[in-house]
């Protein structure tokens, strides 16, 4: 029985690998001066409805969110994020190895918390002795969160408003911004990241490809984009299997079915652990469903079905997470809710 | 009248600036090599009671802070710190621009939380993902406090057995060190450091030298020692300015002269304010003394005294600060008696 | 007809594909930890044989080089190479990002001339000033060179004598490693540089994967290996992506053969371009081709078949490169013969 | 008898020292916002004629030379210099430290090889693969250099159209400036140097001050100017201690008379030097004079006199130095000249 633990256990969506498999041997030229990476930023221009941007791909998030960040800042400058922030967290430091250090602010269910921004801003600036602290220069956040839960229009339109006063740039990480997407409630299209961020990903790994993520600069491209990008490592000589796989990804909507299709699946699983008396750590509405567990409960639910042990609360609890992706089929959710103990029964 | 708003609007202390009079024709070596630094040397290795440490000079607090935090690091090693620490507040990143995470951490009127140490150490091994995230590896302290406060010696050494418990590097920010060891509250000797930390400094500037620094290593001495300083730009060609300051400053007991008498009008000052009425922010037995003012009241203290608006509490009263330092004399302490309106009477 | 410009034109060799094919649903844990990386590290460790070495898989040649010198050298030490280096000349900086210098020396046609190194380390240590110069750390050496040049095994031993002497660490970038593997007049085994070097890379891009360097650390493991990798944005969440191609690479030979079969090709097309009358800019026993060409001659010969613009020598002619790899095929050799006009001809 | 070693040897010119004394027990702000900072910039600035610079002070020659080329440059820059360039040999890797590649270009004598750094630059964007290159940002000039020669106005205005040409900052070195303007041969005032480049340091250090840079930003002022420095590790608390002495530098012409001083009695020495037969290495028109030895001469030599043993030419032989500073007097020279043995004697 397949796993639920997270949304990149498996290779890539059959589409994905069937372009990749009837372009093998096309020669191109390396670093992305490929008809396929040429195609497929024309596309994701497209789909954002930003034809003048600039879109790169790069291989991965914790990569994508260091490039991105350093290019879009000052070296002196500071990154402003939700305290729960993948930079904040699980990225090993890698965008204080770039030397901008990461502030991190209050957040609600992994939703920076706009009023506390606010605040830090104006306070910031009215404090005498700021020239000596961390100038802010970016607003980072990931959408959906790394909770599942997603920003509303009105709290990214404060936000962009507060970027515009205090003159710092936006960057939305969108390592799983397909399954935001692909949601019902989700009030922010391509277009409105376009419109709001100076820059954001568009990741593909966890939606599907076998690495990969696209990065949109939505105002300014940085200069010297392949020189920077090369100076962290992060340039690719076969850049054809970015392009290809994403130019894929943006071909007869597969991108969107793909979101669309494993929000269907979250929202089942969702219903199935509701039906069977698991309680939410909090309400995600995109692809990753977060349920509270004891110790004696988690391990004995481990006998039963795979999901991850992704966290715990304060009081000790374990938060396990499962997680639906462009690879989960009615059968492996059907599966899950005939092995599914009751809760009551763990 | 003098202002009391921090403890280095003057020089050098009297007896300091002689000393660099009496050398300032002697023809010496650059870099530290230099008899007066070396005599310096040990003179401090003498004080603390710990022959075989390592002790250079450095120019300034934040180059200090930042230069013995990436020696005693491994790169990828983050720093653990109390929120209020210098580091993470007013050191402009320079410890992010050697790439380290300054990990922040609860504190209680500016003294890090042990219970909550121990918690974030206990977690962050058993966290399934740790190596994912920023490993510590020191526990950066300021002795006193960023709040005049003080680490009591139970304090100093459960951080000790923390620290060696997680293999991380003990490090003590003694820029007002001088104003500690003066204190009679005080528990830590400089002996005490020597035993409990791996490294620490010994702040000259705000103890009455021009400029200058000590850095204390105990255990290990940095491999390529003056390379490393160098390469942070941190280097001095006339090394002799801060061994001649240091030198001067460790003979006959100056430094200890300068910190007890500095505590004394500190508590003179303390109680001064008190008996006209003015409410402490929290209690400080070193060099700073903080009281709480509205914004009226600030306005009007102003005119009759100096002091700093050295910040708010969060329902926006200004914390002001009083200093007392090597340049305080009696005749200032009753000045500033007389001329301090009765706090009713702002 | 195909160009011979350059060995990373098609994706990936069909055995490599046709593994990512075959495992492609199976679910596995990522960042490596999944039993094809493990079972891949095995192999490499078995065809090396050195059982206790460590080897991870890293997606490009400059990331790995940044990587591997970053976790082989101290923040301080600086880097000795060749100065046509991939490091110094084409990596954008990436070495000097970690914050290590570059030190450049002499070469022979891209091998680093074994005399002019051992003159830099002792002038080195002889000199009074040294501490105020970059201490070295490291030699980093390319084999194949730049220059499709081999190192002797004499050569190795001394520059391995000389790194003992010098306590420096020997890393040697094996980006076309297997194309030296596969010539005769290749004097160093796997097993050789597992011997001579603390540590190696195993390219596998230019030899018929779609992304994908081995890193081998042959003496110590680098501590917090997977944190040091994801700090520098190096670590790959499906790290699937590159153990599966790995393990179809060691498998069966399949490494070998692609690289003596590559030099065959190599080594017919440099009989056809000699027959036809084109002069060397160097002898290269490996898979790149150097010729040198007038301006005129190069437009004209352009017309006719693909090649790379390399470079030019300092009397302004044009060095011009033809490349085999694993996709090349008797065909093409065949087909080049054809095409190539004779040089007096152009 | 005094050692002719280097310009460093003593510590403050008495006017300097003087001022110290004077002012040592004035109340002022930290961090330069005092008034003798301030007058001593508006004095930089008449002095070169250039009204809107913005001029700053730091500690050390090292941390100027970093400071100032990573605020003047893209984060993913690198530096022509020649290679005898001081941030090439003797900065102990502060400029990489930094994340700058330092290219070394040819020179004559310590003079950057203007034919050499056009060429580097017409070939450089004439490479196809220059994006993988390190993109050149900055031109890094010493004067005088380290071998004590000069540019000519001639050479100053080639560079400049270069660095136009090219879009490259210009960034002169003036360590020992003053001497440079002493000189009878000097073709470039510090107008000139205000004219030419984007920013240009004004030597202290070797000039009579017991530490201090002057920072001059002709051009643009880098933004958020203090806390770049402070991230640098390079602000002082106490600015005043560089704000007097450059005060006192730019008062009644000392800056200029302590060149001019220096250099009379350099010539002198130069004079000392030919009339008793020893070779010298090159021409140098400043305060620094290099003279051939072998072994035996140099020890020999030794015992009679004090000088630098400065390096090495290629065929072994030992370059030595004899340096003239603010403090040398006419009676040092004097007992030069009679303690000097003829080289025939040695």
Excluded at 37 to 51: M, S, Y
Excluded at 263 to 279: C, E, Q
């Amino acid at each position: 029985m397949r796993t639920f633990e997270c949304d990149y256990t498996e290779g890539a969506h059959p589409k994905i690998l069937e372009a990749l498999i009837r372009t093998n041997m096309e020669q191109m030229s390396g670093y992305g001066f490929d008809p396929y990476t040429e195609r497929a930023a024309q596309k994701v221009r497209a789909a954002i409805g930003a034809p003048v941007s600039t879109v790169t791909f790069l291989t991965g998030g914790t990569q994508t969110n260091a490039v991105m960040i350093d290019l879009l800042t000052a070296s002196y400058e500071g990154v402003l994020t939700a305290a729960t922030g993948h930079i904040n967290v699980h990225e090993a430091g890698a965008v204080e190895f770039c030397g901008h250090k990461v502030i991190a602010l209050p957040e609600h269910d992994g939703v920076l918390d706009v009023d506390a921004l606010e605040a830090y801003l104006s306070t910031f600036y009215a404090d005498a002795t700021y020239e000596h602290m961390v100038r802010p220069g970016l607003v980072y956040l990931t959408h959906p969160t790394e909770y599942g839960t997603l920003y509303t229009k009105a709290q990214m339109q404060r936000i962009r408003v507060l970027c515009d006063r205090y003159a710092l740039k936006l960057y939305v990480d969108g390592a799983r911004l397909g399954y935001a997407l692909g949601c019902p409630e989700n009030e922010l299209t391509l277009g409105d990241l376009a419109t709001y961020c100076d820059a954001f990903s568009i990741g593909g790994t966890k939606l599907g490809l076998l690495c990969g993520e696209g990065a949109v600069f939505t105002r300014e491209t940085p200069r010297a984009l392949l020189t920077q990008v090369k100076r962290h490592g992060a340039l690719l000589a076969k850049g054809r299997l970015l392009g290809v796989q994403f130019d894929a990804m943006f071909t007869d909507g597969l991108y969107e079915a793909i979101g669309k299709e494993a929000i269907r699946h979250a929202h089942r699983i969702r219903d199935v652990l509701a039906a069977k008396g698991y309680p939410f750590a909090w309400q995600s509405p995109t692809n990753q469903q977060f349920v509270l567990l004891d110790e004696r409960e988690a391990a004995s639910l481990k006998k039963a079905v795979g999901f991850d042990l992704w966290g715990r609360t304060p009081d000790g609890r374990w938060i396990v997470r499962f997680t639906s992706s462009w690879s989960t089929t009615d059968a492996d959710v059907d599966e899950l809710e005939r092995a599914l103990p009751r809760k009551t029964d763990l």
